[in-house]
Every structure is written in structure tokens, then in C-alpha cells.
């Protein structure tokens, strides 16, 4: 037969023609020279096939393997062990069903057969498969010297597989020493252990995932695609959902592909959205397309489907001394894996590995998982790229904990993550859980969770901000889009989320929670129940700083930003209404309704940003399609506010940085679209109280706290105007302006009106479980401020939901309000409290706003402190000799009024400047000294 060139060789630049050697091409002159030619190249492919397991093996002693005279496969050299060699196993013999085989130390074994379904295989030496379709059956696999399917010299190109059973014929010898105690991993598993090194190399195919060009509709048989994939006839893959609705996500079979066009052998049950939304209100719009991913990999690891808690994981584990366990997986389909339920026990998971520099995760497909998909636990500087998780319980890609470092996350794809059993956060899972910010996190696809896309748990003591995070998506969760509940001091820079698209998230686009500074850019939010979300701990210093910082520690510890960004209430994406709400709206919503009941609270905005307790800047960005809807039949009703700007939407007791503010934002109003800038729901618990069998609600001071300043006037207001809710409390003496479509108040400007925040508490300490006050009094529940002059009260509780019942909250005795500067207020207490209730040891300051600004308070207080007792910012307060001495002195003083049973302070800020961001906090500490 005549040699004809081998493509696939020639996609390699090997000189391999099919049907012949090179050599046999040739004349006899230069044969002989060629096949001395061919024998070094088979040793430099081998050499370099096998140069980085050297890196944590002893050298081999391995014979080179001849090329197959039919394909592009190396098949053992005369000699060479083979699997199916009785010559090559001690005793003679092939292991059998339910046997437990070793492959010794020195030893490199070719694979040139499937094996029997084994009972365990100990790897200490190499198993190597060249080529053929071959499946190795184990309940156990230990891989202590190289298992190797294809490298990067020469990928594997047939079919191979690894089969994990549930058999239990030996006793497996794989021991997980960290953390303690010693742990026998049962199987099924495949743990490689030590200096140990699985090499998985698949064929290239094609894209791992990619996205549509063109919306793909309902009944439709055909895709258009963003790329031509590489894909072929006959592979399965999935369509991600581009609704409120996860499971939307459907999974079909290739009939043909041309280009960029796919045909499918089953039409579309859904309709997946394929389009750029909003472009003509920015430019550049929201991208709003379904994720396209290939299931197929041609080397499959595989547990026991449907085996629950006992269908098998693979696991990298106890690095010893100078060697480190390592993965390089490319292409590789894992599925049916993760104990469901257990921790440890999941498809990939790097173990306690430490620096694992040089293994990877790439291209690959986790799905039918029953607990997570990858997981990095105590490990370092490893890349998971281009990897697609479908149908996976509990969190799928798992960045354990703090100490996973230096890893990069990038062009991942996860959708359909289930809750799990594993954790309690399982309940709410994250397609991607990230710990420690100092690593890569760019262009991932969080594209369909029972709970959140990416949940950043950060950790106290970790000062660094994220190395990247740039280029995610995140859509259709039943959560929110992205979370970041950040428990660490301040990071120093700011933390940058930079080109973020969230849509189609039934609660939030972004909440982010920050104890430092961040800043969001150049990002796109669209058809989420609200775009963004900021938080803070709450109070904008913890309690040491608040008694100790004086005017060391101005700005508060949270501060976060949103820059150039689009917003969009809703787009033409109408997904697929179904409860009566949603069909007579027309579309699909957030609210899940059930029997006409929502699953989720029945919000009554739709809102772009929800303005919340730490220092908030909203600048150069531009909202659209924030409409009202109200709509009736026979059968049920939907009435929906509609706001670019808002509060928290639910009642809270946190306070509100007064210092909060907009500039140069756009709202589009072109005719075809009408958006409101703000809307204001409100707020409650702004009378005096009378006691715990009052009707009103007391813990309402995150909505009737918030004031917004408009700096440029983009709101329409005049620059330097505030904007919040209606409560009388805020009002200036010069007036404010009811704007009914708002429902706000509207001060003139400029100047700015003088706003303030008094932060006011009882000193205390807390554990998990319970506050205990400094000086033994009952915590102090609520309290009352008193606007003297204007006559107007406002209410404060601690964070419960009753004051009055037992809850699982546990109440903090602070109470923190925003008030007008230069101007007289006075605490009262719950008249159910006797004057040996009232607390000794308190501490009140005045922050956030320009220097110079005042105010004048008076507090309850059972007896006059001793003089050495009351400091402010951190030196002894002068005592004023009346009234009014303290009143039109220069500030800082105080005196006791035994008559009332009072202390009064003036309370001054420091600083040079005439900004808010100039005042320097004052503190007054009174009756307790370190």
C-alpha cells in the first residue's frame, strides 16, 4: 500500500505518513540514515513527554517506544512491559476481577489493554497509555510515580477512561495525614499522593464554551455561534439559560456544524437570548447572551452514577519533602463524581498541597457532580482555566479557604449549581467561592445557581486587595449575580471589580459588602430585582476605634464606589412569564410566585442602586427603564415602583453615612423610555416613643437615615442639594421641597445643607453569643433623639427585630443617627427605664461632615462623673460654668445638670478645610478610662 501523510502528524510536525515509514519512502542511500532519525526523535519525544514528572520522580528506566506503523500512536519496543503481558507482572500472571495490582518503583508499564475491573491499583512506578481505546477499572487508583494519558508533545486522540467502582475488594492504602487526624480514604478514589503526577492530556476540541451570536428561539433546531467551535457531529452539549429560571439550561446532541452555524438533532424547549441590550443608551450596552459548552472530552474519569455519598472523587494529597503532588489535566471530562454530603470528597480537589506550582486544571468538563466540581484547599499557584461545571451540587469551583494564593481563575464557565449537603453555605450555593482576594479572577461565567454566581467570603487579617478581577458574568441565579461578604480590615489600595455584566438575578446584580475601600467600573447591570447593592459592617468604626481613634481615625472604614457603568432596569430579554403576575406584565420577574405568593419578599421597587450604610460615591454612570408598572385583572395585580436611586429595601437599624452622593449621572428619557432618578420609600419609627407596647416600628433607621447629596446637580436638582426620604427629622430651618414622584425632600444648594452623623453608645463587648455591657447595666435597647429647637423626634433600636421579644439577633447598644450640625438635640431613654438603669459608661462622637461643625447634646446620666472621667479625643474635656458659657464657648466642654439628671456636651469637629471630607471626628468618652 502506498504511504499517505497521516494528518494528524502533520498537525504535530511529525514526519509519520500512514501506511508506512519515512523511511520507506526514501531510496535505499538514504534509509538507513533516515531510521537512525526516527529513533532519536521517538527518544526526544519520550524524553520530553516524560521531562516534567522527572521534575518529582526519580528517573525511569524506560525503553522508547516504536512508532505504529497504521496511525499516529507509539507502541511499546520489543521488551517493554506491557499491561497485557503476563511476562511483565510478578507471578505470571495479568491482574483479575478484584485483584489489587502495584506497579513497583522503576518500573514503567505501558498500557496496550483495558484492564479487569480491579479491586485497587498502586502506581508507584509509570503507567503510561499511548494510544487505543482503553479503560482502566479500579474501586481504588494510588498514584505515587506518573499515570500519564497523552502530553503536550502528543495528545491523546483516542478514547481512554478511568472507571472508579464501589466493589470494595482490598482495602485501600491511601491515608490523608492533613488536617489531622490520619483519615483511610475509602474508595472509590483515585488520590495521587507525594511525588506523585497525573498527566491527562486530551485532544484539542475546540472550544471549551463559548456564546451565541444571535438569540436562539423556543422550537428552534440550529445555533448561531460567537466563533466557529471546533465542534463535530454527535457531541453533547449544553445552552445555558438566559432567564430568571436556571433550569432553563438544556442539554442536547450536535447534528452538524458549518462555521459558526450548529444544527441540533432535538429543537430548543427554551428560548436563549443572543443580543447586545441598551446599546443606544451608552454605546456600548449589556451583553446578554446564553453560554454555549461542550460536555465531550475523549479521556473520561468517572465514578458511580448515582452513587450518592459513595460515587468516587479524585484527590491530590501529603506532599512530602522536596516533592509535590501534581495534576496536568486538559481536556479531560470528569463526571459522576463527589461524595455527596461528605467534605474532602469532591471530582479535582488539590489537598493541603502547598506551593503546587505547575499543575493545572484546563478545558475541562465537570458535570453530573454530586459535590462541588473543583476545589483548592491549602493550596498555591494553580491555574483553572477554561473549564465548564454543569449540574453540580453545592459550591463548584471551591477556593477553600485563606491560604489558597496565587491561583488563576480565568475563562471559566458554571451553570445548573444545585444546593448541597456539604456545608451549611451549601444551601446557598456559589458556582464560584473564593476566600483570599490575591488571586486571579477574569473572564468566568457564572450562568445559573439555586443561590449566588461568585461569593467572596474574605477573612479577617487579610489587608491585600484582589490581584485582578475583571471580565466576569454572572446571570439567571436565584440569588443574587456577584457577593462579597468581606470580613477583614481595610485594604490599602482599593479593591478594583472592573467590566462586570450581572443580568437576570432575582435579588441583586452586585452586593458587595466592604470593610475598605472599592470600587466597581466600567460595568454593565441590567433586568436584576436591583442592580447594586453596597455594604458595610454597619457602623463606620468598630467600638475600639470609636472610643480610643478620637480624631486619629476620620474617614470611617468603608468606602465604595461606583464609576462609568450602565444600569438598566429591563430590556426587550422578556424570558418566559408564567405566574399570573408575570403574564400580566408581559414578562418574566424576580419574584418567584407560587399559588400567587411570592417565594421571595414582594418588593416594591425595581431599583438601580440601593443606597445603604458606609460611604457610598456614584459617579459618571447611566440609568434606564426604571418605569413604574401597575396592572390588574379578575385574576391578580401587579403594582411595581421604579427607581434609579433607593434605599435598603427592607427595615434596618445600621446607619447611613450622611456624606453619601451622586455626579454626573444620566438618566435616559428619549421618548421611547422614561426613567426615574430616585425613589424613596417611607421610612417609619420617626415619633417620639412611649414604650415596648408601642405600635410603630423602632428599628427603621436605614431608611429614614439616608441622605444623598447631589454634587453637580445631575439629579435635576440645584449642585450641592440633598435628596431623603420624608422625615421630618432631616429637614432644614431653610426648608425643604416635597417632590411627590420621588417621594423625597429636596434641600436648596448650594451650599450643601450641614449634615452630620452622632454616633452614640453604650459601652460594651461582644462574643458569637451574647453583648455584655462595661459597666453591668441593662443594654440599652432604643433611645429617642430630640431635635430641641425644631421640635422633632427620631427614633433609634438596637438590631432587633422586637426589642420587646426574644430574637436571634443579639442587640447592640449603639445608636447612630444623621442629624443637622449646629443645632441642640437630647437623648431620652425608654420611660420603662429607672435612673439606675440608665448606662454609666458611654461614648458619643460626631463625624462626617465639614470642620468647625457643632452640635449640642444632652444625655441621661444618673450622677455627675468625675471630672478626670469625661475626655475628648483622648486628653481630659474643660467643664463649662453654665449653660450658656458651654453653649457659646469654642466647643468640646461639657457640664452636669444634677436637677435634670444630664451631662451636656458641645461636641466640635477638627480639621482644616470646608469639606466633608476635611471635618476631623470628635469623641467624648465619659466615665471609663483604659
Known amino acids: 500500500m502506498a504511504a499517505q501523510p497521516d494528518p494528524r502528524a502533520a498537525s504535530l510536525g511529525w514526519p509519520t505518513f500512514r501506511g508506512g515509514r519515512l523511511s520507506a519512502l526514501l531510496s535505499p542511500r538514504w534509509s538507513g540514515l533516515v531510521c537512525i532519525m526516527e529513533h532519536m526523535l521517538l527518544r526526544l519525544f519520550l524524553a520530553c513527554s516524560l521531562a516534567s514528572a522527572s521534575l518529582a520522580l526519580p528517573p525511569s528506566q524506560v525503553s522508547v517506544p516504536q512508532q505504529d506503523a497504521l496511525s499516529l500512536c507509539f507502541v511499546p519496543p520489543p521488551g517493554a512491559a506491557r499491561w497485557s503481558d503476563p511476562m511483565s507482572w510478578p507471578g505470571g500472571s495479568v491482574p483479575g476481577a478484584g485483584d489489587c495490582a502495584t506497579i513497583p518503583v522503576g518500573t514503567t508499564m505501558f498500557l496496550d489493554t483495558s484492564t479487569e475491573s480491579l479491586g485497587g491499583l498502586s502506581i508507584q512506578g509509570d503507567l503510561i497509555m499511548l494510544c487505543g481505546d482503553y479503560t482502566i477499572t479500579a474501586d481504588w487508583i494510588q498514584v505515587k510515580g506518573l499515570l500519564q494519558i497523552g502530553t503536550y508533545g502528543h495528545r491523546f486522540h483516542d478514547a481512554a477512561k478511568i472507571t472508579l467502582t464501589d466493589d470494595w475488594d482490598c482495602q485501600s492504602p491511601i491515608v490523608a495525614h492533613m488536617p489531622p487526624p490520619a483519615t483511610i480514604l475509602d474508595p472509590p478514589v483515585l488520590g495521587v499522593e507525594g511525588p506523585g503526577v497525573l498527566r491527562l492530556i486530551g485532544a484539542d476540541m475546540g472550544a471549551s464554551w463559548t456564546r451565541l451570536m444571535r438569540t436562539a428561539l423556543k422550537d428552534q433546531d440550529s445555533l448561531l455561534l460567537s466563533q466557529p467551535p471546533g465542534w463535530r457531529a454527535g457531541q453533547r452539549i449544553v445552552i445555558a439559560s438566559t432567564d430568571f429560571d436556571m433550569s432553563q439550561a438544556e442539554e442536547r ?29 451608552d454605546g456600548s450596552g449589556i451583553e446578554e447572551r446564553a453560554e454555549v459548552a461542550l460536555l465531550d472530552r475523549n479521556i473520561v474519569v468517572e465514578g458511580v452514577q448515582g452513587g450518592g455519598s459513595s460515587a468516587g472523587h479524585t484527590l491530590f494529597l501529603n506532599p512530602e519533602a522536596g516533592a509535590t503532588p501534581r495534576g496536568e489535566l486538559e481536556s479531560v471530562e470528569f463526571r459522576y463524581l463527589g461524595n455527596r454530603g461528605q467534605l474532602g470528597r469532591y471530582p479535582v480537589h488539590f489537598h493541603h498541597v502547598g506551593d503546587a506550582t505547575g499543575s493545572f486544571v484546563r478545558n475541562c468538563s465537570i458535570h453530573e457532580s454530586y459535590n462541588r466540581a473543583i476545589t483548592l484547599h491549602a493550596s498555591q499557584n494553580i491555574e483553572v482555566t477554561g473549564n465548564v461545571s454543569y449540574d453540580c451540587l453545592g459550591h463548584a469551583f471551591y477556593f477553600e479557604d485563606n491560604s489558597v494564593t496565587g491561583c488563576a481563575m480565568r475563562g471559566n464557565l458554571g451553570l445548573s449549581t444545585r444546593v448541597g449537603q456539604t456545608l451549611p453555605s451549601d444551601e446557598r450555593p456559589a458556582t464560584f467561592w473564593v476566600h483570599n482576594p490575591l488571586n486571579e479572577v477574569d473572564d468566568n461565567a457564572a450562568a445559573g445557581s439555586e443561590g449566588v454566581g461568585f461569593w467572596f467570603e474574605t477573612e479577617h487579617g487579610d489587608p491585600n486587595p484582589w490581584t485582578s478581577f475583571s471580565g466576569n458574568v454572572a446571570h439567571s441565579n436565584a440569588d443574587s449575580g456577584f457577593m462579597q461578604d468581606e470580613r477583614r480590615p481595610a485594604p490599602q489600595p482599593a479593591s478594583v471589580y472592573r467590566n462586570l455584566t450581572s443580568y437576570k438575578n432575582r435579588r441583586f446584580g452586585l452586593w458587595l459588602r466592604t470593610y475598605g475601600e472599592a470600587i466597581v467600573i466600567d460595568s454593565q447591570f441590567a433586568d436584576n430585582r436591583c442592580g447594586i447593592y453596597f455594604a458595610s459592617e454597619g457602623f463606620q468604626f468598630d467600638l475600639f476605634q470609636h472610643v480610643y481613634g478620637g480624631m486619629a481615625s476620620a474617614t470611617g472604614i468603608s468606602k465604595a464606589w461606583l464609576l462609568d457603568s ?26 418567584k410566585f407560587a399559588v400567587g405568593d411570592p417565594l421571595l419578599p414582594d418588593w416594591t421597587a425595581l431599583t438601580g442602586v440601593e443606597v445603604y450604610d458606609g460611604f457610598i460615591g456614584i459617579e459618571d454612570c447611566t440609568f434606564a427603564e426604571f418605569r413604574d408598572k401597575s396592572l390588574a385583572n379578575a385574576s391578580c395585580s401587579f403594582d411595581r415602583k421604579a427607581g434609579a436611586l433607593h434605599q435598603v429595601f427592607y427595615y434596618n437599624p445600621w446607619s447611613v453615612d450622611p456624606r453619601n452622593y451622586v455626579r454626573g449621572l444620566s438618566f435616559v428619557n428619549d421618548g421611547s423610555t422614561d426613567t426615574r432618578p430616585v425613589y424613596y420609600r417611607t421610612p417609619q419609627g420617626v415619633h417620639p416613643p412611649s414604650s415596648c407596647t408601642s405600635t410603630y416600628q423602632l428599628d427603621d433607621g436605614g431608611l429614614a437615615n439616608l441622605v444623598l447629596q447631589d454634587k453637580d446637580g445631575c439629579l435635576g436638582t440645584q449642585p450641592g442639594s440633598s435628596v431623603y426620604p420624608p422625615n421630618p427629622f432631616l429637614d432644614p430651618t431653610s426648608g425643604a421641597t416635597f417632590d411627590p414622584d420621588w417621594n423625597a425632600m429636596v434641600t436648596g444648594g448650594p451650599p450643601a445643607t450641614p449634615y452630620a452623623q452622632l454616633d452614640f453608645a453604650q459601652l460594651y463587648s461582644m462574643t458569637v453569643t451574647s453583648t455584655t455591657t462595661w459597666d453591668g447595666k441593662p443594654l440599652l435597647a432604643a433611645a429617642a433623639l430630640h431635635a430641641v429647637t425644631r421640635d422633632v423626634w427620631f427614633v433609634k433600636a438596637g ?40 448606662p454609666e459608661q458611654i461614648s458619643i462622637s460626631l463625624q462626617f461632615t465639614a470642620p468647625g461643625r457643632w452640635v449640642y447634646v444632652t444625655i441621661p446620666l444618673a450622677a455627675e462623673p468625675p471630672a478626670a472621667k469625661v475626655v475628648v479625643n483622648g486628653a481630659p474635656a474643660p467643664m463649662a460654668p453654665d449653660a450658656g458659657a458651654l453653649y457659646l464657648g469654642p466647643g468640646n466642654e461639657w457640664l452636669y445638670d444634677a436637677a435634670s439628671q444630664r451631662i451636656h456636651l458641645k461636641i466640635v469637629t477638627g480639621g482644616r478645610g470646608s469639606g466633608v471630607e476635611d471635618g476631623l471626628r470628635s469623641t467624648f468618652v465619659i466615665n471609663y478610662q483604659p
Request: with cysteine.
Open 799 to 838: 438590631p432587633v427585630l422586637d426589642i420587646c421579644s426574644a430574637t436571634s439577633e443579639r442587640p447592640i447598644p449603639r445608636i447612630v443617627s444623621n442629624v443637622l450640625t449646629d443645632d441642640l438635640y437630647a437623648y431620652h431613654y425608654d420611660p420603662a427605664l429607672t435612673a439606675s438603669d440608665w
Open 566 to 591: 450602565l444600569v438598566v432596569g429591563e430590556t426587550t430579554n422578556l424570558g418566559l412569564p408564567l405566574s399570573c403576575e408575570e403574564l400580566l406584565a408581559g414578562r418574566s420577574l424576580p419574584q
Open 253 to 281: 446532541v450536535i447534528g452538524s456544524t458549518a462555521g459558526t452555524a450548529v444544527t441540533l438533532t432535538e429543537n430548543l424547549d427554551h428560548t436563549h437570548w443572543g443580543a447586545t441590550e441598551g446599546q443606544s443608551f
